[in-house]
């Protein structure tokens, strides 16, 4: 890929900013946009499979990824020649991996963060940096585990948290939110609570037969009557 090209990757993903003040919802509208546009640059085929991938960034001129012992998971700069994503070189492959499009959605928003992030949400609550960190969280979900991928797998069968980290390549805890934010979470079948019976009930039993039991099942709802 040609520096021409890495410049035509920002932007592109910074053309989907409006040239306006904007709301939190959306910010976060324009987060999964990007994340989409960024998967059709660099990784079309991905779209159904484990989204952005370390070699994808990788493969990105005046963009330099470097492993560090952080205090934190990550953090980004510009040199006056490219740009650096420093990240937690202690950090597992997944959080490492969240950190690095992370930290690229501050790189794409700098210079547009007066207009993106303005402080206060629906209820009020968050500041602009914590709006501009709720954003680069989103967007890095989006490009990790796309909404398209997640519902194909969900749709094939693949409806357990675990399998469904394992196979996008992120945490337990990352599948949860995407699970979240696009609406699966509420089709999941609750799992049956694990429950000891608590106690034995007996049976209608003949009397020349000795008295018999049956478990009592917990769980059951009371039948309503009118």
């Known amino acids: 890929m040609t520096p021409r090209t890495t410049t035509s990757v920002l ?8 040239l306006r003040d904007c709301t939190h919802d959306e910010t976060l509208q324009i987060a999964e946009r990007q994340a989409s546009r960024l998967l059709d640059l660099l ?11 370390l070699h994808h960034m990788e493969a990105l001129p005046r963009l330099r990824i470097v492993f560090e012992p952080l205090p934190v998971s990550g953090m980004s700069h510009w040199n006056g020649y490219e740009w650096i994503i420093s990240i937690a070189e202690g950090d597992s492959p997944a959080r490492q991996r969240f950190t690095l499009l992370h930290e690229f959605k501050h790189i794409i928003d700098h210079g547009h963060t007066h207009r993106l992030y303005t402080g206060g949400d629906r209820r009020g609550s968050l500041t602009s940096a914590e709006q501009a960190e709720s954003a680069a ?10 909404r398209r991928a997640l519902k ?19 945490s337990l805890a990352a599948i ?16 049956p609570p694990q429950r000891t019976p608590r106690c034995a009930r ?8 000795p008295q018999r ?14």
């Open 11 to 18: 932007k592109s993903l910074r053309g989907l900013i409006p």
């Open 43 to 53: 990784a079309p085929s991905n779209i159904r499979g484990g989204g952005i991938q």
């Open 137 to 146: 969280d989103y967007f890095a979900g989006c490009a990790l585990v796309p």
């Open 152 to 170: 194909s797998a969900w749709g094939n069968g693949m409806q357990r948290a675990s399998d469904l980290a394992e196979h996008f390549g992120v």
């Open 176 to 191: 949860e939110v995407r699970l979240d934010q696009t609406g699966l979470a509420r089709e999941r079948d609750p799992e």
């Open 202 to 209: 007996p049976i209608r039993t003949p009397r020349w037969q």
């Open 213 to 226: 039991f049956t478990i009592a099942r917990p769980g059951y709802a009371r039948r309503r009557w009118a």
